[in-house]
T-cell receptor
Framework: DTAVSQTPKYLVTQMGNDKSIKCEQN?????MYWYKQDSKKFLKIMFS???????INETVPNRFSPKSPDKAHLNLHINSLELGDSAVYFC??????????FGPGTRLTVT | KQEVTQIPAALSVPEGENLVLNCSFT??????LQWFRQDPGKGLTSLLL?????REQTSGRLNASLDKSSGRSTLYIAASQPGDSATYLC??????????FGQGTRLTINP
């Protein structure tokens, strides 16, 4: 009965590769988010989608491209991975601006 | 630019004590404030959300207060238990559900 799920949990890849992280929520929420938590544990928003429409797009390299096929899914595709992309990426969801519920995170390591 | 600060960065107390975690923010124009806990290697768990019009929220042994005009929130934990050990994060909603996070307080409850 996982509310917000992410796959994969761990991702190890080499510089220059392209990878995707998937997120799904079964809470019936209308807004989904991607956050990045860096090595110092600082959490920062990257994107948010409301009803499949991009709402927030922070200063993120355009190598990062979110895609929302429907309200329950928000995927993150990353092109030409760099060492500095290594972090934990969290997906979250909410309904009409209320509490945000977070997924378990995807630990991305770029070597 | 909104900045969220949490003090102290780390706190260690014996089991059974009541304790207070502090959160301050620089821009009082917020929609709500949310407290989370994060266990090592895990995602975030929402604890309490306080709307900007509210002064406090309670859930079990947790009580969160909000003083928007002074840019402060506190999380009070009563009768602390070892299971309360985690990192506690506060986040303010700047609008459009854009959460700005503090860097957290790492709490250790000693049996």
């Amino acid at each position: 009965d996982t509310a917000v799920s992410q796959t994969p949990k761990y991702l190890v890849t080499q510089m220059g590769n392209d990878k995707s992280i998937k997120c799904e929520q079964n809470l019936g929420h209308d807004t989904m988010y991607w956050y990045k938590q860096d090595s110092k544990k600082f959490l920062k928003i990257m994107f948010s989608y409301n009803n499949k429409e991009l709402i927030i797009n922070e200063t993120v390299p355009n190598r990062f491209s979110p895609k929302s096929p429907d309200k329950a899914h928000l995927n993150l595709h990353i092109n030409s991975l760099e060492l500095g992309d290594s972090a934990v990426y969290f997906c979250a969801s909410s309904f009409q601006g209320y509490e945000q519920y977070f997924g378990p995170g995807t630990r991305l390591t770029v070597t | 630019k909104q900045e969220v600060t949490q003090i102290p960065a780390a706190l260690s107390v014996p089991e059974g004590e009541n304790l207070v975690l502090n959160c301050s923010f620089t821009d009082s124009a917020i929609y709500n404030l949310q407290w989370f806990r994060q266990d090592p290697g895990k995602g975030l768990t929402s604890l309490l959300l306080i709307q900007s019009s509210q002064r406090e929220q309670t859930s079990g042994r947790l009580n969160a207060s909000l003083d928007k005009s002074s840019g402060r929130s506190t999380l009070y934990i009563a009768a602390s238990q070892p299971g309360d050990s985690a990192t506690y994060l506060c986040a303010v909603d700047q609008g459009a559900q854009k959460l700005v996070f503090g860097q957290g307080t790492r709490l250790t409850i000693n049996p």
